[in-house]
């Protein structure tokens, strides 16, 4: 697609995508665009008067975070990314006019957290990583607990320490109970863990009681970004029997600065994995729900180089998205817009796209190798973790940026 500003069909952030952040500008949170290496100031476009021929209250604008936007709706969300495509393709656009007002460098931006995480819900849906996790933890004939292919497994996460790429993170302390121990120690983990995660913003809400079905269930998603669920391996397994993840999960999460929207996604939708046994009514659904999402992990020590660690695909996913935000409401649990829902670990087939490090590891058994000769089993202070992911076919690529977090002590 021809735009003036050159950006080529397969840039992370081409034409096809248009995803939406949220970056500081004069010291305030702005709502934001990206188009290649620019980002077009939302805010400012609004005032001078860009979106007038919308219908759209403008004011949403005005906000620091996505969330008054998303909720305006679907047909809003259309009629608004359609007028972008078409003025970024027409020199007589009010945008181009106004270009050197609201075009900003997207490479020199400071990002912030694009939404208001009302509530957060961590899910396990990957059977490739639950089955792995059985495989290290119980029984390897019968790694999968029996409820596992009849429901999308999830646990409520903490949406407040949910943080954008760049955000540095401490390396959190807890309860663990060594080997051969008889008591539990108190300290920093030793099985500091990423998990390769997606997640998607819900874009409509609901009330208590409500259900949404599989069927409605795309109408209350806005979008997808990319999401690091940090994992401190040693607390979670202790803490976990009988309730689940606690401290091991709560003190970090990580996202990329940008929303990209299920529009944007509709060219990369393909079949789910076959489920069986045969699910549930409630769960069953019609047509293509998953998407061709490729991700990527690289692990870089302090002052070292960068190494690739993991490669993987959203496709993988047991559980789909229609199936979650199904199961989640059919009790009647009410959803608000900005609330994120992330897949749980991403993992394929073959070791290399083992979406955690536990995995890749096999539970401490194995040395990760890095580039520059160095091992890892866990994640060492000062190292970074870098998350990406894309979409591509032969004509057009989405991105989705970079999560990107580094450990400090």
Request: hydrophobic share 40%.
């Amino acid at each position: 697609m021809k735009n003036w500003l050159n950006v080529s069909d397969l840039h992370d952030f081409s034409i096809h995508n248009l995803p939406y952040g949220v970056f500081i500008s004069d010291g305030r949170p702005t709502l934001c665009m990206a188009i290649g290496d620019h980002m077009i100031n939302l805010r400012k476009a609004a005032e001078i008067g860009i979106f007038g021929s919308l219908n759209l209250d403008i004011s949403v604008f005005q906000s620091e975070v996505l969330n008054d936007f998303i909720a305006t709706g679907k047909d809003s969300w259309s009629e608004f990314r359609a007028f972008i495509q078409a003025s970024l393709c027409d020199e007589a656009s009010s945008l181009y006019t106004y270009r050197d007002d609201v075009l900003v460098n997207r490479l020199d931006a400071e990002m912030a957290l694009p939404l208001h995480i009302g509530d957060y819900t961590d899910f396990y849906s990957s059977i490739e990583h639950a089955t792995n996790v059985g495989m290290m933890f119980r029984d390897p004939e019968n790694a999968l607990l029996p409820n596992w292919k009849h429901i999308p497994v999830g646990y409520h996460g903490r949406a407040s320490s949910i943080v954008v790429s760049g955000t540095e993170i401490k390396r959190p302390s807890g309860q663990t109970m060594p080997p051969d121990a008889t008591q539990p120690v108190f300290g920093p983990t030793k099985r500091l863990d990423f998990e390769l995660e997606m997640a998607f913003v819900v874009g409509k809400t609901t009330q208590v009681g409500q259900q949404v079905s599989t069927t409605d269930a795309e109408d209350h998603i806005f979008g997808m970004t990319v999401f690091n669920d940090w994992s401190a391996r040693d607390i979670q397994k202790w803490e976990y029997v009988p309730l689940g993840p606690f401290l091991a999960k709560n003190f970090a999460s990580t996202i990329s600065p940008w929303i990209v929207t299920m529009e944007a996604l509709e060219p990369f939708r393909c079949a789910s994995v076959k489920q069986d046994p045969e699910v549930l009514p409630y769960l069953q659904y019609q047509g293509d729900k998953n998407f061709d999402i490729n991700l990527e992990v690289d692990l870089t020590p302090e002052g070292s180089n960068a190494s690739t660690i993991c490669k993987s695909n959203f496709k993988y996913m047991y559980w789909n998205m229609a199936q979650q935000l199904a199961h989640h409401t059919v009790n009647g649990c009410n959803i608000n817009v900005g609330d994120m829902m992330a897949s749980g670990t991403i993992s394929g087939k073959d070791e290399q796209s083992y979406g955690s490090m536990l995995e890749l590891c096999w539970g401490g058994k194995k040395d990760i190798a890095l580039s520059d000769g160095q091992t890892r089993k866990f994640i060492l202070d000062g190292d970074t973790i870098t998350m990406r992911a894309f979409c591509q076919n032969d004509a057009i690529r989405v991105g989705f940026g970079e999560s990107i977090g580094k450990i400090k002590a």
